[in-house]
């Protein structure tokens, strides 16, 4: 009698780990409704304050690009801007449609900025770059087997 005591004690507590492992909601962590928002947020985190991924953006291109001292300062001017509008659209209230459009014209603007820092030799490498990233090394029709 004391064993199947004994035994359904230790029973009911291995079953009652998980219900303690639970977690509940507060008002700091995102709730269910509002997980993309949070995972959002994480990504930002992830990724670093604007300065430090602008000054990242800007190596890279300042490699890639051979730029001189003062090219380099102007996209990382243009690209710290960039950056910063895109933490303040991304941390508004607008519904996701309106964030898309301002980082539409966000991007755009970035855009014209570098056609207007870079030479026309170096906006089009930077151009080939993006249009490489976006696609990977598949070429362009994204890995797909053509022999279907």
Not at 24 to 38: E, F, I, K, L, M
Not at 73 to 102: C, E, F
């Amino acid at each position: 009698m004391i064993k199947k005591i004994a035994l359904s004690g230790l029973l009911l507590t291995l079953f009652s780990f998980p219900l303690l492992a639970q977690q509940t909601a507060t008002p700091d962590s995102p709730t269910q409704a509002n997980s993309r928002t949070g995972k959002n947020r994480s990504m930002q985190r992830q990724m670093g304050d604007p300065a430090t991924r602008a000054r990242k953006m800007t190596d890279r291109m300042t490699q890639a690009l051979s730029l001189d001292v003062a090219t380099s300062q102007k996209v990382y001017d243009a690209t710290l801007a960039r950056a910063q509008k895109v933490n303040d659209i991304q941390a508004g209230s607008d519904n996701n449609k309106a964030k898309q459009q301002a980082l539409k014209a966000n991007a755009d603007d970035y855009k014209a900025k570098l056609k207007s820092i870079l030479t026309p030799d170096q906006f089009a490498k930077l151009d080939a770059m993006k249009d490489r990233m976006k696609h990977g090394r598949r070429g362009a029709d994204g890995g797909r087997d053509s022999r279907k």
